[in-house]
Nanobody, 126 residues
Framework: QVQLVESGGDSIQAGGSLRLSCAAA????????IGWFRQAPGKEREGVAV???????WYADSVKGRFTISRDNAKNTVSLQMNDLKSEDTGMYYC????????????????????WGQGTQVTVSS
């Protein structure tokens, strides 16, 4: 049984930093396509940053240079370091993993991810 559990969300002022973490159980993060998505009220869920199986990363244009995705294979976790936060970064952040045991394509399409965490809320006030 796959479980993805996010943590680290908070309310913070613009310009600040947060680090989100996703702990995986029943799912090895080091060889999968896994990443972070977010959903703001009234908006569709969107990809923020993802890994493929060989460690290549993709970032949404809106977060490039501010967010960094990383994974700790020993702890089986995936993290998202978020710096210089803006009010438009507000939303529920989800960790998601694709079902394929190995994938080289980078995808920001939510429908292609089979496993999801419950989400952690990030609120940025200006």
């Amino acid at each position: 049984q796959v479980q993805l559990v996010e943590s680290g969300g908070d309310s913070i002022q613009a310009g600040g930093s947060l680090r989100l973490s996703c702990a995986a159980a029943g799912y090895r993060v080091n060889s999968r396509c896994i990443g972070w998505f977010r959903q703001a009220p009234g908006k569709e869920r969107e990809g923020v940053a993802v890994f493929n199986s060989i460690g290549t990363t993709w970032y949404a244009d809106s977060v490039k240079g501010r967010f960094t995705i990383s994974r700790d294979n020993a702890k089986n976790t995936v993290s998202l370091q978020m710096n210089d936060l803006k009010s438009e970064d507000t939303g529920m952040y989800y960790c998601a993993g694709r079902a394929s045991a190995y994938c080289t394509t980078l995808s920001s399409v939510a429908a292609e991810y089979a496993y999801w965490g419950q989400g952690t809320q990030v609120t940025v006030s200006s």
